[in-house]
Nanobody, 123 residues
């Protein structure tokens, strides 16, 4: 499974960005897709996840109402629409995929990772 993120960049606080994750190779293995962020010196945190078959969506509390995860119906490309960005959202954002169903909360729950895309929010 190959994951390639795009869409990061520099934005002022209150602004918006849309991250994309292109998914290819052995996509039949994937059950759940997610977006993580990793701030400097900190562990990766799950921001949002979406089920491939059931479409169930889960968000970290800090992004509820501001971020929206979505996926294409005909492929597994996944998106993260980020609105009202705050300086504390600044991090490297990673697309991740899991080859099994069930609850996914942390980094070890996911098998495949993209290279990450930097999101910088200026105050």
């Amino acid at each position: 499974v190959q994951l390639v993120e795009s869409g990061g960049g520099l934005v002022q606080a209150g602004g918006s960005l849309r991250l994309s994750c292109e998914v290819s190779d052995r996509t039949f293995e994937i059950y759940i897709m997610g977006w993580f962020l990793q701030a400097p010196g900190k562990e990766r945190e799950l921001v949002a996840s979406i089920g491939r078959f059931d479409g169930i969506i889960d968000y970290q509390d800090s992004v509820k109402g501001r971020f929206t995860i979505s996926r294409d119906s005909d492929n597994l490309n996944v998106y993260l629409e980020m609105n009202n960005l705050k300086p504390e959202d600044m991090a490297i954002y990673y697309c991740a995929a899991s080859s099994y169903a069930g609850i996914h909360r942390v980094e070890r729950d996911f098998d495949y990772w993209g290279q990450g895309t930097q999101v910088t929010v200026s105050s």
